[in-house]
């Protein structure tokens, strides 16, 4: 079947571009009724079948795994088919033949598809998205709202907003005669997207941002979270996402990685992961270099141990604030969040006071399945990350320099729940200081150094940069420690929590060993994600070859 050459025929503006409206979920509100029924609905029907999808066709391997709810891990959620290296090649190659076509579209037409994707997202899928989130991804309301029906609608409008401004960014001169342009290309290949877990939004806009640009994009989602990326994929194609420009494919990490970096046409990793999976296909992608056809983007957001630093001036009415938001911070979906508050540093005059008000509010947390909508807290994702957490908590249980403030329980025989837990220290190098957690640990020290050796001391302890929090309350204060901290954080909060990142308000990414700082829901991210041509046009034919400086 042959197309047309598609065309604009005017400059076309978009709709007026803002925040996702979001709902309190109150007890005999409308939205947490509609809620209930999606989450009963879903619980009830599961287990669901995903397939690979090539092309637009769905395709059942029989080659199978399971997503289970970690709230109840006996409940599969889904049963996934997996794609192998064979399938991948297909997706690879399927991926190719769309992407001349869709690169071709007017801008108008490729954003008219993620424009509609959030407007359905915001009222069809909603519910159905924000429950598969929670069934599977173990999120309780909020936390599903602000990502699933929030973010998500966020990233795919705001792209388009950012995606329009870059393509304004023109020559600001022309010579008599000249004109000068810049188009901004597609990548001259195809997007590799890694996919994390933690973040439904995240694995929306990992292939969504790229394909915007005019990319086609390969999509690899996390076995842990397949069933709401299928439905966030679903949701593009009703948009009107064209088949083969995002290829979704579940299945083992390293064959289908291996299949995609042995592609000349491999021309960007866009992944959300661990630093340690990071750095590996780094260096995978450096040793095939010599087989690609350009250069490849590689664009990576990985790990965090992030701070809340308190300065001396603090009052208690202070204190109690930052105690609040650490117990936000730290245990807000289970402290599964690459910008979770993980350790927290305390004037040893304050420290009292503060652990008191962290210990008392602790007490208030209760913990559950997501069905249950009262709870705070609930599961961790899996057995490998309730075995990693609860490791952290039993060293911190037998060793000499830490103490348990508050929780350190688990138990798995329902579904994998470690209890949010507090930990002080006497050693600012201590494991639980030093290392990724990823679960509801964090752990306070008491400092008596002063603030500015102390402020050192937190850009020295760990290879993270990504998000950090100061609490003072003089200006001057703030400002210093703004300065002695600015190359600990990529994300950095002054009197808030070091979570809860909003796209259009605060871009997000670290750097260190957190990441290459792109920040994800801002127009600097989707600069990785084109290639620009420089075109100069000359309307005056010139009528001879030598100069005036050539002249005898």
Same mark, same amino acid.
């Given at each position: 079947?042959?197309?047309?050459?598609?065309?604009?025929?005017? %400059? *076309?503006?978009?709709?007026?571009?803002?925040?996702?409206?979001?709902?309190?979920?109150?007890?005999?509100?409308?939205?947490?009724?509609?809620?209930?029924?999606?989450?009963?609905?879903? /619980?009830?029907?599961?287990?669901?079948? !995903?397939?690979?999808?090539?092309?637009?066709? /769905?395709?059942?391997?029989?080659?199978?795994?399971?997503? !289970?709810?970690?709230?109840?891990?006996?409940?599969?959620?889904?049963?996934?088919?997996?794609?192998?290296?064979?399938?991948?090649?297909?997706?690879?190659?399927?991926?190719?033949?769309?992407?001349?076509?869709?690169?071709?579209?007017?801008?108008?037409?490729?954003?008219?598809?993620?424009?509609?994707?959030?407007?359905?997202?915001?009222?069809?899928?909603?519910?159905?998205?924000?429950?598969?989130?929670?069934?599977?991804?173990?999120?309780?309301?909020?936390?599903?709202?602000?990502?699933?029906?929030?973010?998500?609608?966020?990233? =795919?409008? =705001?792209?388009?907003?950012?995606?329009?401004?870059?393509?304004?960014?023109?020559?600001?001169?022309?010579?008599?005669?000249?004109?000068? /342009?810049?188009?901004?290309?597609?990548?001259?290949?195809?997007?590799?997207?890694?996919?994390?877990?933690?973040?439904?939004?995240?694995?929306?806009?990992?292939?969504?941002?790229?394909?915007?640009?005019?990319?086609?994009?390969?999509?690899?989602?996390?076995?842990?979270?397949?069933?709401?990326?299928?439905?966030?994929?679903?949701?593009?194609?009703?948009?009107?996402?064209?088949?083969?420009?995002?290829? =979704?494919?579940? +299945?083992?990490?390293?064959?289908?990685?291996?299949?995609?970096?042995?592609?000349?046409? *491999?021309?960007?990793?866009?992944?959300?992961?661990?630093?340690?999976?990071?750095?590996?296909?780094?260096?995978?992608?450096?040793?095939?270099?010599?087989?690609?056809? &350009?250069?490849?983007?590689? !664009?990576?957001?990985?790990?965090?141990?992030?701070?809340?630093?308190?300065?001396?001036?603090?009052?208690?009415?202070?204190?109690?604030?930052?105690?609040?938001?650490?117990?936000?911070?730290?245990?807000?979906?289970? $402290?599964?969040?690459?910008?979770?508050? &993980?350790? !927290?540093?305390?004037?040893?005059?304050?420290?009292?006071?503060?652990?008191?008000?962290?210990?008392?509010?602790?007490?208030?947390?209760?913990?559950?399945?997501?069905?249950?909508?009262?709870?705070?807290?609930?599961?961790?994702?899996?057995?490998?990350? *309730?075995?990693?957490?609860?490791?952290?908590?039993?060293?911190?249980?037998?060793?000499?320099?830490?103490?348990?403030?508050?929780?350190?329980?688990?138990?798995?025989?329902?579904?994998?729940?470690?209890?949010?837990?507090?930990?002080?220290?006497?050693?600012?190098?201590?494991?639980?200081?030093?290392?990724?957690?990823?679960?509801?640990?964090?752990?306070?020290?008491?400092?008596?150094?002063?603030?500015?050796?102390?402020?050192?001391?937190?850009?020295?302890?760990?290879?993270?940069?990504?998000? $950090?929090?100061?609490?003072?309350?003089?200006?001057?204060?703030?400002?210093?420690?703004?300065?002695?901290? /600015? %190359?600990?954080?990529?994300?950095?909060?002054?009197?808030?929590?070091?979570?809860?990142?909003?796209?259009?308000?605060?871009? *997000? +990414?670290? $750097?260190?060993?957190?990441?290459?700082?792109?920040?994800?829901?801002?127009?600097?991210?989707?600069?990785?994600?084109?290639?620009?041509?420089?075109?100069?046009?000359?309307?005056?034919?010139?009528?001879?070859? &030598?100069?005036?400086?050539?002249?005898?």
């Amino acid at each position: 079947m042959s197309y047309p050459q598609t065309a604009s025929l005017a %400059h *076309f503006k978009l709709p007026a571009i803002d925040n996702e409206p979001m709902y309190s979920y109150a007890p005999s509100s409308v939205e947490r009724q509609k809620l209930q029924a999606a989450v009963e609905e879903m /619980r009830a029907q599961a287990p669901f079948e !995903v397939p690979v999808v090539i092309n637009g066709e /769905r395709i059942f391997t029989g080659k199978t795994e399971k997503q !289970v709810n970690p709230s109840e891990h006996k409940q599969v959620l889904c049963t996934f088919h997996q794609a192998d290296a064979a399938l991948t090649q297909k997706a690879i190659d399927g991926a190719l033949a769309a992407r001349d076509r869709w690169e071709a579209l007017p801008f108008n037409e490729r954003a008219a598809v993620f424009l509609k994707a959030a407007d359905l997202l915001s009222t069809k899928y909603r519910y159905k998205l924000m429950a598969a989130t929670m069934l599977g991804q173990g999120k309780n309301i909020w936390q599903a709202e602000i990502d699933t029906a929030a973010e998500l609608a966020d990233f =795919f409008r =705001f792209n388009c907003k950012y995606a329009e401004e870059m393509y304004h960014q023109q020559p600001p001169k022309n010579a008599p005669g000249v004109w000068n /342009r810049v188009e901004y290309r597609a990548l001259d290949g195809f997007v590799y997207a890694v996919t994390p877990f933690n973040f439904t939004a995240i694995a929306g806009n990992l292939p969504g941002a790229p394909a915007l640009m005019g990319n086609v994009v390969v999509w690899k989602p996390s076995l842990m979270a397949v069933y709401s990326n299928y439905l966030v994929f679903q949701l593009l194609e009703e948009a009107g996402l064209p088949a083969g420009v995002i290829q =979704f494919i579940p +299945g083992p990490a390293i064959e289908i990685t291996e299949t995609v970096l042995a592609s000349p046409d *491999f021309s960007s990793l866009h992944f959300t992961g661990s630093t340690q999976v990071f750095r590996t296909l780094w260096k995978n992608i450096a040793n095939n270099i010599d087989n690609f056809k &350009s250069y490849p983007r590689i !664009v990576g957001e990985t790990g965090g141990k992030n701070y809340h630093m308190l300065h001396p001036d603090l009052e208690s009415s202070d204190l109690k604030h930052a105690a609040l938001q650490t117990i936000r911070g730290a245990f807000e979906y289970q $402290g599964q969040k690459c910008s979770a508050t &993980s350790r !927290v540093y305390v004037p040893k005059a304050l420290a009292a006071e503060y652990k008191s008000y962290l210990v008392q509010e602790h007490a208030k947390i209760t913990q559950g399945p997501v069905h249950e909508f009262q709870h705070f807290s609930g599961p961790v994702i899996s057995q490998v990350s *309730f075995d990693k957490i609860k490791s952290y908590i039993d060293y911190a249980a037998s060793a000499e320099d830490c103490e348990i403030l508050a929780g350190g329980k688990y138990d798995d025989s329902v579904g994998y729940y470690v209890q949010p837990t507090v930990i002080a220290t006497t050693n600012p190098k201590t494991k639980t200081m030093v290392e990724e957690i990823f679960g509801p640990v964090v752990t306070v020290y008491e400092y008596e150094g002063s603030f500015e050796e102390t402020c050192k001391l937190i850009g020295e302890t760990t290879e993270y940069a990504l998000t $950090g929090a100061l609490f003072a309350h003089n200006r001057e204060n703030i400002v210093m420690g703004t300065n002695l901290l /600015r %190359h600990t954080a990529g994300n950095f909060y002054v009197n808030d929590k070091s979570t809860g990142a909003v796209v259009g308000q605060q871009p *997000f +990414g670290g $750097g260190r060993a957190s990441g290459t700082n792109d920040k994800a829901g801002s127009l600097t991210l989707l600069t990785r994600f084109v290639s620009t041509r420089s075109i100069k046009e000359n309307f005056v034919p010139i009528e001879d070859f &030598s100069y005036p400086s050539n002249l005898q």
